[in-house]
């Protein structure tokens, strides 16, 4: 069965402005493996924004508190991590 996949902007997973596809093929044995959807300039456009506003908030925020916040998500994992390995 061959993959379908749309473009990821802002945490979504959308079409692209084109509707174009690109069929990704296994050169050796000329199977189509998966299919994705071409991105236009307005596309890019439309994922740059929100990365641009992302970049300019954590770039906005005190070191010491993304450590912390970084910290915080590395202790859940670990966490999580030690519960499923005794479990």
Do not use: C, H
Request: net charge negative; proline share 6%; charged share 30%.
């Amino acid at each position: 069965m061959m993959k379908e996949y749309k473009l990821l902007i802002n945490g979504e997973w959308t079409d692209s402005s084109t509707n174009e596809p690109f069929e990704n093929i296994n050169p050796a044995t000329l199977e189509k493996l998966a299919t994705f959807q071409v991105a236009s300039e307005a596309d890019v456009n439309r994922a740059l924004e929100p990365a641009r506003n992302a970049f300019k908030e954590g770039s906005e925020t005190p070191p010491l508190v993304m450590t912390r916040e970084k910290a915080d998500i590395g202790y859940d994992s670990f966490e999580a991590a030690l519960k499923k390995a005794v479990s």
